[in-house]
């Protein structure tokens, strides 16, 4: 699994190495081949814009992902494109602050979380909820956070 990183901001909130971490973990829970992901760092405005677009919801959020195609059983091959994850710095600091948490770990959070969705993972109902919710705690903590 591998990432084209784009960046429309100067403080991105992860390094190179976090994202290296957070996909080799994903690739061991997940016995993930070579997918690509492309994730995109971007600002309040465009975050809210996309989110407004997209939700409905007319204020920036922190993370936001559009799969390539929808989930299926199926979906494997080696160089699959699952889709793109925007990340939003500033959100997700000021939630890393709200929550008394480092800036960093929220932001291995949030790109875990927006990487489960592309993986059909969903938190509408409580039960799936609850999976999701699981698993990405379970990254976090495998890229010592």
């Known amino acids: 699994m591998d990432a084209s990183i784009y960046r429309t901001v100067h403080q991105i909130g992860l390094s190179k190495k976090d994202i290296d971490r957070v996909f080799r973990a994903l690739e061991k829970t997940f016995e993930i081949p070579s997918w690509h992901v492309v994730v995109h760092v ?5 975050m809210r814009g996309l989110n ?4 409905g919801k007319d204020c920036p959020t922190d993370v936001l992902s559009f799969p390539t195609e929808p989930w299926t059983d199926n979906f494997v091959s080696s160089d699959d494109d699952l889709g793109d994850v925007f990340l939003c710095p500033r959100v ?3 939630q890393a602050r709200e929550h008394g948490i480092s800036s960093r770990e ?5 790109l875990t979380h927006g990487i489960l ?5 969903d938190h509408v109902k409580k039960n799936d909820a609850d999976m999701m919710f699981a698993v990405q705690e379970d990254i976090v903590g495998k890229c010592s956070v």
């Open 92 to 94: 997700i600091t000021r």
């Open 117 to 121: 969705h592309l993986l059909g993972f």
């Open 106 to 110: 929220e932001h291995v959070r949030m």
């Open 52 to 55: 407004r677009t997209h939700r």
């Open 42 to 46: 971007v600002g309040t405005e465009r």
